[in-house]
């Protein structure tokens, strides 16, 4: 019973193409997040929903549009790819925003730009 | 502004030895602490936190955090390591409706 679960695992695609990432929780929290993981494994949060609410935004290009349709779901769309977006792609989710709870992470989607 | 730092890219140990991974933290206010661990092409798993109260924290696998308020320093210990801990390791520090990460240390434990 997969937790948090993200899909595609994998994304190859070309430069300009638009492209969207799939993210589902199981856990009834009511915050869920988005990271970026660089090839040097920096993690940067780059998104932050509450009660599908965006909370943060921490300055990141509108090509990414972030949409919670629901409480258990966080999807990114992200538009005119650039080789920059090459990285792997993270949804987490926690319980409380505020609080002090841990987060879960998702496997993880492996975004490749050519 | 809330941050965290680990200044070693990578902490080599040998396997049956203790094992100590080090984080300190700049926050305003209390700090809410957290380790996570990402084995190979996995997402992060939890292993601990501090929130409050004993400065001594245990977590999964064996792994225990000592917070130390006077050294701004929450560093991660296991007692005896096994082959199986090396991966990445990253401190946390939980701002609001968001968590920084640091920049991760990566172990390895030599059998």
């Known amino acids: 019973d997969t937790a948090v679960s993200q899909t595609p695992k994998y994304l190859v695609t070309q430069m300009g193409n638009d492209k969207s990432i799939k993210c589902e929780q199981n856990?009834?929290?009511?915050?869920m997040y988005w990271y970026k993981q660089d090839s040097k494994k920096f993690l940067k949060i780059m998104f932050s929903?509450?009660?599908?609410?965006?909370?943060i935004n921490e300055t990141v290009p509108n090509r990414f549009s972030p949409k919670s349709p629901d409480k258990a779901h966080l999807n990114l769309h992200i538009n005119s790819l650039e080789l920059g977006d090459s990285a792997v792609y993270f949804c987490?989710?926690?319980?409380?925003?505020?609080?002090?709870?841990?987060?879960?992470f998702g496997p993880g989607t492996r975004l490749t730009v050519t | 502004a809330q941050s965290v730092a680990q200044p070693e890219d990578q902490v080599n140990v040998a396997e049956g030895n203790p094992l100590t991974v080090k984080c300190t933290y700049s926050?305003?206010?209390?700090?809410?602490l957290f380790w996570y661990v990402q084995y190979p092409n996995r997402g992060l798993q939890f292993l601990l936190k501090?929130?409050?109260?004993?400065?001594l924290v245990k977590g999964s696998y064996g792994f225990e955090a000592e917070f130390n308020k006077s050294q701004t320093s929450f560093h991660l210990k296991k007692p005896s390591a096994l082959v199986s801990d090396s991966a990445l390791y990253f401190c946390?520090?939980?701002?609001?409706?968001?968590?920084?990460f640091g920049t991760g240390t990566r172990l390895k434990v030599l059998a």
């Open positions: 987490a989710s926690s319980q409380g925003g505020q609080g002090t709870y841990e987060q879960y």
């Open positions: 856990l009834g929290h009511d915050t």
């Open positions: 929903y509450n009660n599908k609410e965006l909370i």
């Open positions: 926050v305003s206010g209390n700090p809410y």
């Open positions: 501090y929130i409050t109260g004993d400065n």
């Open positions: 946390a520090v939980k701002g609001t409706y968001k968590y920084i």
